[in-house]
């Protein structure tokens, strides 16, 4: 690679640069020139309003730029200590103060050139308090300015200069700071814009379809906006080309993971599936048959099928999966499904014997707690092929596992799962079709962006029936009316939940914690057996407490949130969440799926601590949907700490936001797959940019990517 022309070379090579601050750009991960032409500022500073200082009046909300003249700080009333600084125009002059903030002192100094935005008022004078303010240039003291004709008309120059122009704020560093930044980019810029020029991938006719200028435009721009207005159409074009490379990064390992092994096509032979189906007590909601007719078509077609079946608690994920299961025995495949613990394993197992007994299949069972009879068996019945529904945990991928002739696995809750075991179970025959589910609902643009190598068929409707879950947010004056209603329940042999967010007291978070409030529980509730239920427990702990409470042994649950997923009792009619807005919506949603799940009306009440509930209280208790659930949460806590559902290989978004860009997002993704279902090598000439930037910029997220 010749490091003197390309836009890889290492930061410290370009201007005014060098070993040392190329050591602080690396922990703002600039690394090459590439990265820190994406090295973007975080916010602006718009000169082009800026207001003479002489035109200020009280009551005003303005932005200036002015020559520091002095600074101080005077001890207020109270001993409040406020700083002060004179700025000075060629208009005039003003007096700032930001009122206990001393520290100002040590980087606010005279000679520098500010832009301050923020009120003014009349305090022995006019003054200004501002709420931001930006350093735009450093000057070395200039002795006494006697000359102040002189100083006034280099005042007046430096206001011309600032005045009409955006100031770019870089993220910044610790010996590194913003306006470095900006001084290193201006002399750099013209010169990295040639270069990048040459390597723009889309061509005017894609780009016109969304709107979005050039690659060249839109960083020039994002450095050096004359406009504000200006800068989100540059953003959007950024946005874009990182949406696109990661659905390419999707399309193509999704394309890989379907050619390189040649699939199972299961025929149209449909026994054992239609009379399932047909003997089901009730009829699949529309949502139910359109997901299974994708299956059932993946099944059948010569690819082997990766697929994400996503939908919200009680939805009917378990039916489908039957009938998949089904599909592959009536081809004389075995059908594995996987959980992610004992209890949940048991649970598939006694909904899987129920739902097979009519076309007379019966589910074996391999799990960590079978005697040593009992597994040698299983593992029997799993070479010979006797076995044919399969239900199990992380023991159907020890070393000692053999399956007859495996045609589909199901993976419940993949996310609970390791990479490596996911990965075991999935070869488990060279070509298994494999049916990931998830109960944890996401918006379609976040399921793109984590799951664009999987096909994704949505349950988005729930069963006829379903009796929504009563649901309230409760400060603490209501928690003993509402433990009087628990009690009524609980008498009339219904069952609850009381969660916590900790085990034990914290001197540092002031929150109710489970082991403590077991023991007051007990006591409140003294006629009922309480039950503790927490993550320090081992995992046979956790089985025993959850089959006594199953049993209806145990009628009150106090538990942290091991109880959020999969668990279904029937009889549990209230759930009640301390200290709600410790967690987040999706997990309250699948505190309160731990109710409902039988015929009798079901209430789940969320306790905040506070004053007043959060704003994602209040959504909670507006609506039972799921998926209306996730879009809130994803607008309330951004995206950035939802990505750890899938970090091998998913390339941290830095420009585009799922929800406002969802149009880019669906654009890139049919763009991806009909560009890698032409061709899958990007060997075309139109397409050569492409596979040059997946191998310099993405090189290492497409090496991980086959792995999940």
Request: glycine share 8%; aromatic share 6%; net charge negative.
């Amino acid at each position: 690679m010749n490091v003197g022309s390309s836009i890889y070379r290492p930061v410290q090579f370009l201007k005014t640069v060098g070993p040392r601050r190329a050591e602080r750009f690396a922990r703002l991960g600039v690394l090459t020139a590439l990265d820190l032409l994406h090295h973007v500022p975080h916010r602006y500073e718009d000169a082009t309003t800026v207001a003479r200082i002489s035109s200020l009046e009280p009551g005003d909300e303005a932005t200036i730029i002015g020559r520091v003249v002095s600074t101080g700080v005077i001890r207020a009333r109270r001993g409040l200590r406020v700083f002060h600084a004179v700025l000075r125009d060629a208009t005039g002059q003003i007096e700032c103060a930001w009122p206990g903030r001393p520290w100002l002192e040590r980087t606010v100094r005279k000679g520098q050139l500010l832009l301050v935005t923020g009120p003014v008022r009349f305090y022995h004078g006019r003054q200004m308090q501002p709420r931001e303010h930006t350093l735009l240039e450093e000057r070395d003291e200039a002795g006494d300015e006697a000359d102040s004709e002189s100083a006034a008309g280099r005042e007046g120059a430096d206001r011309e200069s600032a005045a009409g122009r955006v100031f770019p704020i870089y993220p910044a560093t610790e010996g590194l700071s913003h306006r470095q930044i900006r001084a290193i980019v201006r002399v750099n810029l013209p010169t990295l814009l040639r270069e990048v020029e040459s390597r723009e991938p889309f061509d005017p006719g894609w780009r016109s379809e969304l709107g979005i200028p050039p690659l060249r435009e839109a960083l020039e721009t994002l450095h050096d906006p004359t406009a504000l207005e200006d800068v989100e159409p540059a953003r959007r074009r950024l946005a874009y080309e990182e949406l696109f490379y990661l659905q390419l990064l999707h399309a193509r390992a999704r394309h890989r993971q379907r050619t390189d092994a040649v699939g199972i096509a299961h025929s149209g032979e449909r026994r054992l599936s239609e009379a399932f189906l047909r003997g089901l007590p009730f009829r699949l909601t529309h949502a139910q048959e359109r997901a299974w007719r994708e299956i059932e078509a993946d099944m059948e077609r010569d690819v082997r099928m990766y697929r994400l079946l996503q939908g919200d608690v009680a939805s009917g994920k378990t039916v489908i999966a039957a009938a998949a299961m089904l599909k592959a025995i009536e081809n004389d495949r075995q059908a594995v499904l996987m959980a992610p613990t004992e209890l949940l394993a048991e649970q598939h197992y006694r909904t899987l014997t129920e739902l097979m007994a009519e076309v007379g299949v019966e589910p074996d069972i391999l799990t960590g707690s079978l005697s040593v009879r009992e597994r040698q068996r299983a593992l029997e019945r799993l070479a010979s092929g006797e076995a044919r529904a399969i239900v199990g945990t992380h023991a159907l991928i020890q070393a000692d596992v053999r399956f007859a002739a495996p045609g589909v696995v199901v993976i419940d809750e993949q996310h609970r799962f390791g990479v490596e075991q996911r990965r075991v179970l999935r070869e488990a025959g060279e070509r298994t079709d494999t049916l990931v589910m998830s109960a944890t609902p996401i918006p379609r643009s976040l399921a793109l962006t984590l799951y664009g190598d999987l096909d994704l068929s949505v349950l988005d409707e729930m069963p006829p029936g379903r009796t929504p879950v009563t649901t309230g947010v409760r400060g603490p004056e209501s928690r003993e009316a509402a433990f009087q209603f628990l009690e009524s329940q609980l008498r009339e042999g219904r069952q609850g939940y009381i969660v916590y967010p900790l085990i034990d007291e914290s001197e540092v978070l002031d929150l109710r914690a489970a082991t403590e409030m077991h023991e007051r529980l007990s006591e409140r509730f003294a006629g009922f057996e309480v039950g503790l239920l927490h993550g320090r427990l081992s995992g046979a702990e956790r089985e025993d407490v959850m089959r006594r409470y199953l049993a209806g042994e145990i009628q009150l649950l106090v538990s942290t949130t091991v109880i959020e997923v999969g668990i279904d009792v029937p009889n549990a009619t209230v759930m009640y969440i301390e200290d709600a807005e410790r967690f987040g919506l999706a997990q309250l949603h699948q505190l309160r799926g731990r109710v409902g799940r039988g015929s009798y009306p079901s209430y789940c009440a969320a306790f905040y601590s506070g004053k007043e509930p959060p704003e994602r209280l209040e959504a909670f208790a507006r609506t039972t949907d799921g998926f209306e659930l996730a879009r809130a949460d994803l607008r309330l806590r951004g995206q950035g700490n939802l990505f750890g559902e899938r970090q091998h290989g998913v390339p941290e978004l830095r420009f585009a936001e799922l929800e406002r860009d969802s149009d880019l997002l669906e654009h890139a993704w049919r763009k991806a797959r009909k560009l890698v279902a032409s061709d899958p090598k990007l060997e075309r000439r139109e397409h050569r940019q492409f596979a040059r930037d997946l191998v310099e910029r993405y090189g290492r997220s497409e090496a991980l990517y086959e792995v999940g």
